[in-house]
């Protein structure tokens, strides 16, 4: 495409930074003309992408260019900070108008982003009956199944035959913009199975909806955490399932492509738990990324400190054997390191259900078997390296022993501790790191210390 002349296409390309660079220089050159012809032919993820590393002067020029054809969906894929930013350009009324277009579930999504007095004033400046839906989705748990489905669904009787159902898709003008799957719901109006649209369309007019149907029984409640859907998803290979209220009727579903960004946020929750940083704060404020960071230094300093206080407990011993001071490092790295890959194992393991039945002691046994199986290998090379640099081989034993305890001890507490968390109804993915980081340091420390003072001096 370069060879022609032509720009490459951004939604097969990506966005270069050769393309943010000449929308930018539209948007310092006031031309919107330009900004317009742009950015048309972008998707909405695109768009959304193009907006985040914008600063906040040239995001406002952007949504003012394309202010009239914008495409709602757009927020829906931005990043936290950004999005805040960009609803500001819109006024309340601009803004209930823009929401109200899109499917009941991302309207939810954003409007449960808002702050309370924002909130307020988009939905009071929304048509009621689309206010009334909003509402009532807001009344279910956050992060359920009732927060995540989308309120309009194609539903018809078993009996109906498929030219029946092919004229009432034709003729209805309430129905979902994109739908994958019927459901077929008894006279109660309670799900009981599913058709495909594509087998709809492949059998003949006179064969009837039940004689086609998938009746696997699957559904719902509304107040489902929506991991647990996303599991359901994923075991069962499902593109959409109903979602039903307490008296088993239908009043939803949640589609796939929602569920592709429930795994991804949790996915990325997980991660970030892990590093201890909390949330993706790529487009924050320095000071909102250092306030959200400072909790889990806050965490870290307890632990050196802790650390700390047990080395202080073995002055003596470090003053007369120096070489101690230079290999406690050693010990506690091993331990550390060994213990956050079980643990981030774990956590993926706990997130996707794959602890099952008496999986759960067998996956701790294994992983200290694994840890005494790595603890000699490490303590074994530690060991000579410590003895032929120091000279000594009752220090290469010592530290030695010492790895190979904190080792085992690492794939026990990397197992037991997100496991006990998980238990509590405490998130592992957060918590396990800071509680697993101070047990191997000063376990670490405390034995291989205790150990050369016993037998070295």
């Known amino acids: 495409m370069r060879g022609n002349g032509r720009r490459p296409d951004p939604r097969v390309t990506g966005l270069t930074p050769e393309f943010v660079d000449e929308v930018r220089d539209a948007l310092d050159l006031g031309q919107p003309e330009r900004v317009r012809a742009l950015v048309t032919p972008l998707g909405y993820a695109d768009l959304a992408d193009l907006l985040e590393p914008l600063d906040s002067r040239e995001r406002a020029a952007l949504i003012q260019a394309i202010h009239d054809t914008f495409d709602p969906t757009v927020l829906t894929e931005l990043d936290d900070s950004v999005r805040l930013d960009v609803v500001e350009q819109f006024s309340t009324a601009d803004l209930a108008a823009a929401i109200a277009k899109l499917e009941s579930d991302d309207a939810l999504y954003l409007i449960e982003t808002l702050d309370d007095e924002r909130r307020i004033a988009v939905m009071q400046a929304m048509p009621a009956a689309f206010r009334a839906i ?7 748990p956050e992060s359920s199944a009732g927060r995540l489905m989308q309120r309009d669904v194609v539903a018809v009787p078993g009996f109906w035959t ?3 159902t092919i004229d009432f898709l034709r003729r209805s003008h309430g129905l979902p913009d994109d739908f994958y799957d019927l459901f077929v719901v008894d006279p109660a109006h309670r799900p009981a199975g599913t058709v ?8 003949p007019r006179e064969t009837r909806i039940r004689d086609i149907m998938d009746d696997r029984g699957l559904s719902v409640p509304a107040t489902m955490d929506q991991e647990q859907v996303a599991d359901i998803f994923r075991r069962n290979d499902l593109v959409t399932i109903p979602v039903v209220d307490d008296a088993q009727r239908l009043i939803g579903a949640i589609t796939v492509d929602d569920i592709v960004d429930v795994i991804d946020e949790e996915a990325e929750e997980d991660m970030l738990g892990l590093a201890r940083t909390g949330e993706r704060d790529i487009f924050a404020s320095p000071l909102r990324t250092a306030r959200r960071r400072q909790s889990w230094l806050l965490v870290t300093l307890v632990n050196t400190i802790l650390a700390s206080l047990v080395i202080s407990r073995f002055e003596g011993a470090i003053a007369e054997i120096v070489a101690l001071a230079i290999l ?9 390191n060994a213990g956050m890959q079980v643990v981030t194992v774990m956590v993926r393991a706990l997130a996707a259900r794959d602890l099952t039945g008496g999986g759960t002691w067998r996956v701790v046994g294994k992983e200290i ?15 000579t390296i410590a003895t032929l640099w120091f000279g ?24 037991v501790i997100p496991l006990t968390l998980n238990r509590f109804g405490v998130d592992p993915a957060v918590a396990a790191g800071p509680f697993l980081t101070t047990t191997t340091d000063v376990l670490g420390f405390f034995v291989f210390l205790g150990l050369a003072s016993v037998f070295l001096l």
Do not use: C, K
Not at 328 to 336: L, R
Not at 369 to 381: H, I, K, R, S, W
């Open 134 to 140: 909003l509402e009532q989705g807001l009344s279910y």
């Open 162 to 164: 498929v030219g029946e």
């Open 392 to 415: 000594d081989w009752g220090l290469g034993a010592v530290l030695a022993s010492a790895m190979m305890f904190n080792m085992v001890w690492a794939g026990l507490a990397g197992t």
């Open 369 to 383: 078997v694994v840890g005494l199986m790595n603890g000699v290998v490490f303590a074994t090379v530690m060991g």
């Open 196 to 203: 495909p649209t594509s087998r709809v369309l492949r059998n």
């Open 328 to 336: 406690m490092p050693i010990v506690a790295a091993m331990g550390g």
